[in-house]
């Protein structure tokens, strides 16, 4: 038997039953936030940020509080790894104290690293190239909405090809369903890396995959328009105003909502701008879904931690 997944580094880490488990029980922490009051009683997870947070940081503090544990925030100067400490010095002292690891930073490497030199489980809370955790609270939101069976329903990312847009196409790719991520590509297309591990995760899972340029054409009969911000953490405010005239067509307004299905939703996993990457009678319209989706951070978070310290999850290795 193969050894249980330790760490959620990338979103490509997770099996389709890892995240059918995980939505499972985010389910049930929806219903009763206290299910398992004692999972992590007497022990502490770290939660390190070196990029702002709201919905993260909650999230995590609580589900950590739900479970019995009690979290340790740290701000990214908080720690000597500011000062040259090593990232591997760093995560074994982390280790000697704490249950888990939650980090949210810039490079992806960073985390990689953490969870190397790491004996307890890393989960990664955001970086510049993914975002697993949303991820899972998209989907419970989507599963909550249509149910299980997805045929026939297109699920599309409309916007900049960040990292939210690469979690976008390899969870969906990894859940077998039609995935469009609209970007206007170029300089803000998702990296061809992801875009090539998505299609040969769908080679397996019957996924289907589409990397468009065409905002209309992607949303018709889209069952969920996704966006994100414009300008992500770290990005290059040189790039702004280049940015932000290439991403002008992609805007979600009403006129594009018209051109989805009848039962479609709009989701963002936010903070929002209204006015940029989506009209505010869109996202504080019938069809947003964002509240139930930044609820649903917690329970995933408080799932994946249950299940990621008990060693239940199998990765895809
Ligand atoms: N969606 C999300 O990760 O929000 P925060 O940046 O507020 O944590
Ligand atoms: N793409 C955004 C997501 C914020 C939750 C960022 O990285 O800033």
């Not at 009403?254 to 009209?279: Q, W, Y």
Request: charged letters at 25%; glycine letters at 6%.
């Amino acid at each position: 038997m193969s050894a249980p997944l330790k760490d959620l580094l990338r979103t490509s880490d997770l099996s389709k039953a890892d995240i059918e488990l995980l939505l499972e029980t985010a389910s049930k922490f929806a219903k009763n936030p206290l299910r398992a009051k004692k999972a992590l009683a007497k022990r502490t997870v770290a939660i390190y940020m070196t990029k702002s947070s709201t919905r993260t940081r909650l999230a995590s503090e609580t589900a950590v509080a739900h479970l019995g544990g009690t979290p340790i925030f740290l701000r990214g100067d908080d720690l000597q790894i500011g000062r040259g400490e090593t990232i591997s010095d760093t995560a074994k002292i982390i280790s000697g104290f704490c249950s888990a690891l939650i980090v949210r930073t810039f490079a992806q490497s960073d985390v990689n690293e953490l969870g190397k030199y790491a004996s307890i489980p890393v989960i990664n809370a955001l970086t510049d190239d993914d975002h697993p955790t949303q991820l899972l609270a998209d989907w419970l939101t989507i599963r909550e909405q249509f149910g299980k069976d997805i045929k026939n329903r297109k699920f599309v990312y409309v916007g900049d090809g960040n990292n939210v847009a690469a979690a976008w196409l390899i969870m969906g790719a990894t859940m077998g369903a039609h995935v469009v991520v609209a970007t206007p590509g170029g300089k803000w297309a998702p990296k061809s890396s992801v875009v090539e591990q998505a299609n040969k995760i769908a080679k397996q899972s019957g996924a289907k995959i589409e990397v468009v340029t065409d905002p209309k054409e992607a949303v018709t009969g889209a069952s969920v328009v996704y966006t994100d911000v414009w300008m992500s953490m770290g990005d290059s405010e040189a790039d702004r105003s280049e940015k932000i005239a290439a991403l002008s067509p992609f805007a979600v307004t009403n006129d594009l909502m018209k051109l989805t299905a009848k039962d479609s939703i709009f989701m963002h996993c936010l903070p929002a701008h209204r006015g940029e990457e989506v009209a505010t009678d869109v996202i504080d319209g019938a069809k947003s879904v964002v509240w139930r989706q930044a609820f649903h951070r917690r329970t995933t978070i408080q799932a994946l931690l249950y299940h990621l310290t008990k060693g239940d999850l199998k990765g895809n290795k």
